[in-house]
């Protein structure tokens, strides 16, 4: 099975939040594939918006049915998603 393979920028905080995520969930739209893997691994600089973004994407993905992992979680975006208590919808794969 083939899946869609994205990327998060380096720099997400609030000013580019929402560019950000109107991105991705068009790519999540127009992916055929059932599966969606967002990589995290360039991300550097960010804020809560960040989750946001994540936790947009993954309700767009269960919209349109398919699943969405993500991957190679920065230490510090894992230590925001337990502080705000979203680990669980988003670490899973990580």
């Known amino acids: 099975m083939s899946k869609a393979l994205l990327t998060l920028?380096?720099?997400?905080r609030h000013s580019t939040?929402?560019?950000?995520?109107a991105?991705?969930?068009?790519?999540?739209?127009?992916s055929a594939d059932a599966e969606v893997e967002i990589?995290?691994?360039?991300?550097?600089?960010?804020?809560?918006?960040?989750?946001a973004v994540l936790l947009g994407c993954r309700r767009e993905a269960e919209s349109l049915s398919k699943s969405l992992?993500?991957?190679?979680?920065?230490?510090?975006?894992?230590?925001?998603?337990?502080?705000?208590?979203?680990?669980?919808l988003l670490i899973e794969s990580a």
């Open 69 to 88: 992992k993500f991957k190679q979680f920065p230490p510090k975006l894992r230590e925001l998603a337990l502080l705000y208590g979203v680990s669980e």
């Open 39 to 51: 990589q995290a691994g360039d991300l550097a600089d960010f804020d809560s918006s960040a989750l």
């Open 17 to 21: 939040a929402a560019a950000c995520l």
């Open 9 to 12: 920028p380096s720099d997400l």
């Open 23 to 30: 991105q991705l969930q068009s790519q999540i739209r127009s």
